[in-house]
């Protein structure tokens, strides 16, 4: 596609429930990442998925994260047993290799709402 | 630990009044740093990679300037459509690939 897509767009779950978070990168791009961006702040690194090497995944907050990507394609986060606290947009992001590395392509966002 | 501060936090200008932005960074090795442009409910807009010190780029009324501490956005005659959050963020040297971005600086350019 044309840019980053990502679905849900929006999300309201309860407390305890389980979400799963789905990105499109741009095509030909081998690297994914996912940041979270809770209300007013910065972005935090989540993960990092490069080709067929294991992720970077130093930014996960807890055991209740956890992303999957299959090849260069779609990737999924899963946030188990969700609490408050999880309330934040989560970005995702992809970028080419070599020299056009690390220019980050955003999608709009998955805005998380636990309640 | 790298870390990225970015200030003001909040800046609001008149029209046509310019202004810098600040971006400090502490970070072990820098081989980018990056100036990103995000407008509400959307996700950050790339806007230029600074690699060493002393490298300057421009985009229209934004030019980012870079030393070995810090790196300036400098605004100049804004425009009510340059009102944005600004985030900056670095890569640090070695394998990682992962970017660390500051809190951001809300500009709004009043008309």
């Known amino acids: 596609g044309a840019g980053v897509s990502q679905s849900p767009s929006n999300k309201v779950t309860e407390k305890g429930k389980d979400v799963e978070l789905r990105c499109d990168p741009i095509?030909?791009?081998?690297?994914l990442y996912w940041y979270r961006q809770r209300l007013g702040q910065g972005l935090e690194f989540l993960i990092y998925?490069?080709?067929?090497?294991?992720?970077?995944k130093s930014g996960l907050p807890s055991d209740r994260f956890s992303a999957e990507r299959t090849g260069e394609s779609v990737s999924t986060l899963t946030i188990q047993r969700t609490q408050q606290e999880d309330s934040a947009v989560y970005l995702c992001?992809?970028?080419?290799?070599?020299?056009?590395?690390?220019?980050?392509?955003f999608g709009a966002g998955s805005r998380l709402t636990v309640l | 630990e790298d870390q990225v501060t970015q200030s003001p936090e909040a800046l609001r200008l008149q029209e046509g009044e310019s202004s810098s932005l600040n971006c400090s960074y502490t970070?072990?090795?820098?081989?980018?740093l990056f100036w990103y442009r995000q407008d509400p409910g959307k996700g950050p807009e790339f806007l230029f990679t600074?690699?060493?010190a002393g490298e300057e780029k421009e985009k229209e009324r934004l030019k980012a300037t870079l030393t070995k501490k810090e790196s300036f956005l400098h605004i100049t005659a804004p425009k009510p459509e340059d009102s944005a959050t600004y985030l900056c963020?670095?890569?640090?040297?070695?394998?990682?690939?992962?970017?660390?971005f500051g809190t951001g600086t809300l500009l709004a350019v009043q008309p």
């Open positions: 992001a992809s970028s080419l290799t070599g020299a056009g590395a690390n220019v980050l392509t």
């Open positions: 095509s030909g791009h081998t690297a």
């Open positions: 970070v072990s090795g820098l081989r980018g």
């Open positions: 998925f490069q080709g067929n090497s294991a992720p970077d």
């Open positions: 600074l690699y060493s």
């Open positions: 963020a670095v890569l640090r040297g070695g394998a990682t690939n992962k970017l660390i």
